[in-house]
């Protein structure tokens, strides 16, 4: 096997998005389309992977960080000029060269790897992965002459009636000898429609120097999808979703309708979950085997043990144990850490509490800047009042402290061990431990009251 190299075009600001973020790092399935194309390169044992860079520069090389060298384009003078910006790197190396469109982050390793292959059996200057669509439209059409090979390849823009009937376009990814490529690029010019120097023109010229340029068609035409606007991106969302989903029901989840599952690409699943309908799975989120997710719910980065039932309910950054029973229509805000057996009923809301095994909180409270220990009940419509305006202050309820209904936990304040705190209590000093705390207006019954009220009258 020959040296590998890699140029990944990056440098566009992507117009037709119409968008204030650069085109490459539009996310899909939350990860920017770039790092998608880097991270299936990043496979193929490639020695220097370069990035082209422009519009979004920092942005992109403090996305892509370490994955790539970069290079910079200072102006946008078409394909041909940016992967000319990478010949500082790699100009004069011998070996074989993939040039990948950052906007094309459906494509797979494995097809780049089939690339490699067909461009090394037939020892060929230049292939090009290349497929038929239904719809070729702004698409480059693959020239071919009479006896089926490779003459050129012309842009959409350019192309006559009869080029456009066309159906067979370029992906936008090729594998070239590096050495002619770079020799290549130096003849390639901007007279066409765009102004631009297009890399497909190296194509045509290799091929007049009597060079072998051959295609690789992939049938997979899905991974050929080009974004170039929101209608694409939706579309390579929709394909890469459906990628993931079926990639976790393989690995043992169950997911009731995929089609309204919506998993970003580094969640983890394990065995025997089932996803209900209406889920939304974000960042860094890890779920555990035998929980049950959703329906309807949306959870982002956080850690779930096993046998966790989370329904109706959002949860963010938060690490929630085994066995615990989440929702309906709970709101876990970040730092929260839910140990095992715990219970968060409905219309609850949690913000950096440490909530202890076991604990229940059934409904309609608020727990915020709290730590609550081990099978600690918290009676309904409970809350921890944690900031005065200005500052935030923790509320402490040690291990099988019973808080009961309608109480107000005045913070910084500590119920310690076993305390009682009474229904309808504002608790504005400690309770000490196993006593009984009752913090409200005594009952008076005024008797007679309305009978007394009628006579005066
Ligand atoms: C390009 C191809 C077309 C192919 C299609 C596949 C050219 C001239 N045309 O068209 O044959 O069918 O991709 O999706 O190459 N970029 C730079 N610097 C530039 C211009 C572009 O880095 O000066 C980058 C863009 O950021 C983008 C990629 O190159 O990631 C492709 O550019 P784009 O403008 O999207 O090309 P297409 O019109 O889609
Ligand atoms: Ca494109």
Redesign the pocket.
């Known amino acids: 096997m020959s040296n590998r190299y890699a140029v990944i ?4 600001q ?1 117009t037709r998005m119409k968008s204030k973020l650069y ?2 790092l539009h996310p899909v399935c939350g990860k920017p389309m770039v790092q998608h194309v880097v991270d299936q390169v990043k496979k193929l044992n490639i020695e220097k992977i370069v990035t ?1 860079i ?1 519009h979004g520069a920092e942005k992109v090389q403090a996305q892509l960080g370490d994955d790539s060298l970069y290079a910079m ?1 200072e102006s ?4 041909a ?2 992967v000319m910006q990478a010949a500082s790197m790699l100009e004069g190396k011998e070996g074989v060269t993939i040039v990948v ?4 982050p459906l494509i797979r390793s494995e097809t780049m790897e089939s690339l490699f292959s067909h461009h090394e059996q037939l020892k060929a200057k230049a292939t090009i992965l290349t497929a038929r669509i239904e719809d070729p439209t ?3 059409r693959i020239i071919r002459n009479k006896d089926g090979l490779v003459e050129k ?1 012309v ?1 959409h823009k350019d192309a006559t009636e009869e080029e456009r009937r066309i159906n067979e ?4 990814t090729y594998c070239f000898d590096n050495a002619a490529l770079f020799a290549a690029l130096k003849k390639v010019s901007n007279d066409n429609a765009q102004g ?1 120097y ?3 023109d190296v194509i045509e010229i290799l091929k007049n120097q009597g060079e072998v340029v051959t295609a690789f068609q992939t049938n997979d035409l899905e991974e050929t999808l ?1 974004v ?1 606007d929101r209608v694409a991106l939706a579309e390579a969302e929709r394909i890469m979703r459906k990628r993931i989903n079926e990639s976790h029901m393989r690995n043992g989840v169950t997911i009731i309708d995929p089609n309204n599952t919506y998993i970003e690409t580094d969640v983890k699943i394990g065995q025997d979950t089932i996803i209900h309908p209406g889920t939304i799975l974000k960042g860094k989120t890890i779920i555990g085997g035998d929980c049950q997710i959703g329906p309807n719910s949306e959870i982002v980065s956080c850690e779930i043990g096993n046998e966790t039932v989370i329904r109706q309910s959002v949860a963010h950054n938060s690490s929630i144990g085994a066995r615990v029973n989440i929702g309906p229509f709970a709101h876990i805000r970040p730092d929260s850490s839910i140990a095992d057996d715990a219970k968060i009923g409905n219309f609850v809301e949690m913000k950096k509490a440490v909530f202890g095994e076991g604990s229940k909180v059934s409904h309609l409270s608020y727990i915020g800047d709290a730590e609550v220990g081990r099978n600690v009940n918290i009676g309904c419509g409970s809350i921890t009042v944690n900031y005065d305006g200005k500052n935030k202050y923790l509320t402490k309820i040690e291990d099988d402290v019973f808080i009961g209904c309608n109480s107000n936990l005045v913070a910084p304040v500590t119920i310690e061990k076993g305390a009682y705190v009474a229904a309808g209590s504002t608790i504005t000093k400690n309770v000490p431990k196993e006593a009984l705390s009752i913090a409200r207006a005594r009952q008076v019954n005024k008797e007679n009251y309305v009978e007394k009220l009628h006579l005066k009258q």
Request: proline fraction near 3%; hydrophobic fraction near 30%; include cysteine.
């Open positions: 075009l990056a440098a566009g992507g085109k490459v082209i422009g384009q946008q003078l078409g394909t000029h940016a469109c950052g906007d094309t702004g698409y480059g390849i842009e376009i370029n992906t936008g631009e297009y890399l497909p080009g170039n």
